[in-house]
């Protein structure tokens, strides 16, 4: 991300010409996608607008159980106007495994259908459904879990050391990857999530006042340390401080700062 948000340091002058006008998808999806990107405050800001102001696009979260899983995506493809395209999207290409058990698949080429209400219907994984777009996507299996979305197996922790500052925001590139995702369709964009266990981006969306408080109660979390902040945090401890006192000047967790105090002092 450094490359893009610091080119000029790394190559002088630069103008910044941003494309703030989307051809594809309107309100109220460019307002709450554009909210949910830019939490990361890595991110270039844009002020997306839509080239035609009549446009609309939906986005919508569905909960499933395994029961109804398969009848609720039937559902929602006999919905859809049979003249309109739909993307089925997963963030791995097994997230339609519950899919192959019900409902036949054709391969034609490198692309991969399924036969849903009498319908071909795209299955695509997030990444290769970029620069794409469909009247309707509807976005598979967004649970927490090792291999949900967002992804734990992209951002293991010993990641962070090769990371640039820019990239350290939790789930970076994972919430980037959601953003294509959700941003593919031209009218409606469903999320269909476990009820038991939704994905961390879909409580973000359902429970936005959560997310605001906690950005709130600590807008430091995830940056990181520097000697600076390392000494200011020894300077607070050392002038007997408590743990919330400390984590409230420093906008950090009370977890944050026993973990750095720890490892503070396991280093002298």
């Not at 569905?62 to 963030?91: H, M, T, W």
């Not at 300077?235 to 026993?258: F, H, N, P, W």
């Amino acid at each position: 991300m450094s490359l893009f948000n610091r080119f000029d340091e790394f190559f002088g002058p630069t103008e910044i010409n941003k494309i703030e006008t989307t051809y594809r998808f309107g309100e109220p999806l460019i307002g709450l996608s554009a909210q949910f990107i830019q939490r990361n405050r890595a991110q270039i800001k844009k002020d997306i607008k839509p080239f035609n102001l009549q446009t609309k696009t939906e986005l919508s979260f569905q909960s499933y159980d395994n029961k109804s899983y398969c009848q609720i995506i039937e559902g929602l493809v006999a919905s859809i106007p049979e003249d309109k395209s739909i993307f089925l999207l997963g963030r791995y290409s097994f997230d339609d495994y519950y899919l192959s058990f019900v409902y036949k698949s054709i391969k034609e080429g490198n692309r991969f259908y399924y036969i849903i209400g009498n319908r071909k219907i795209e299955f695509l994984t997030v990444h290769k459904s970029k620069g794409l777009e469909a009247d309707y996507v509807i976005l598979l299996q967004c649970n927490k879990d090792t291999y949900g979305f967002p992804s734990l197996i992209n951002d293991d922790r010993s990641l962070q050391y090769v990371l640039t500052e820019g990239d350290r925001y939790l789930y970076s590139e994972e919430r980037r990857l959601f953003y294509v995702a959700i941003t593919r369709a031209k009218i409606k964009t469903w999320v269909l999530y476990d009820a038991r266990i939704p994905s961390v981006f879909v409580d973000e969306f359902l429970n936005p006042e959560k997310k605001e408080e906690k950005f709130l109660k600590y807008p430091n979390a995830h940056k990181p340390w520097t000697s600076k902040a390392d000494k200011y945090l020894l300077t607070l401890y050392k002038d007997g401080k408590s743990i919330r006192e400390i984590a409230i000047k420093m906008g950090r967790s009370q977890t944050a700062i026993v973990m750095r105090l720890g490892k503070l002092g396991s280093n002298n």
